[in-house]
């Protein structure tokens, strides 16, 4: 009777940690840093830490907003726009969506020049 409750403890403790080595690597994405000269923004252009900026592609420098709040960048931000913040050593680009505001579709990464 020893050897029966023996065997069913084993069996079920197999079933409560079975899966516990799994790899969890595959839960997530690559991600790329892109040099900084491929973002294609004048570094004066870009949003100081703490704050963001809506950058509208095609508008000239020039002509885009000024820096504020992130989560007023990312609750006034136009279709196809991207909201630009400042991470420790990247620059992070949210793409709003063109068709569904205020979705962000894509997040690039651009290292500090």
């Not at 000024?66 to 007023?72: A, D």
């Not at 997040?107 to 020049?113: D, G, H, M, Q, V």
Request: proline share 12%.
């Amino acid at each position: 009777m020893k050897r029966l409750f023996l065997i069913f403890a084993v069996l079920g403790c197999s079933f409560l940690f079975a899966g516990c080595d799994k790899d969890h690597d595959d839960d997530f994405e690559e991600v790329i840093i892109y040099p900084f000269t491929a973002l294609g923004i004048p570094y004066g252009h870009l949003p100081p830490p703490g704050e963001c900026k809506i950058w509208i592609p095609g508008l000239p420098p020039g002509q885009q907003g000024p820096p504020q709040s992130c989560e007023s960048a990312m609750f006034h931000a136009p279709l196809g726009a991207w909201v630009i913040a400042r991470a420790n050593n990247w620059y992070e680009i949210h793409v709003i969506s063109d068709t569904r505001p205020p979705v962000v579709v894509e997040t690039r990464y651009y290292a500090l020049p």
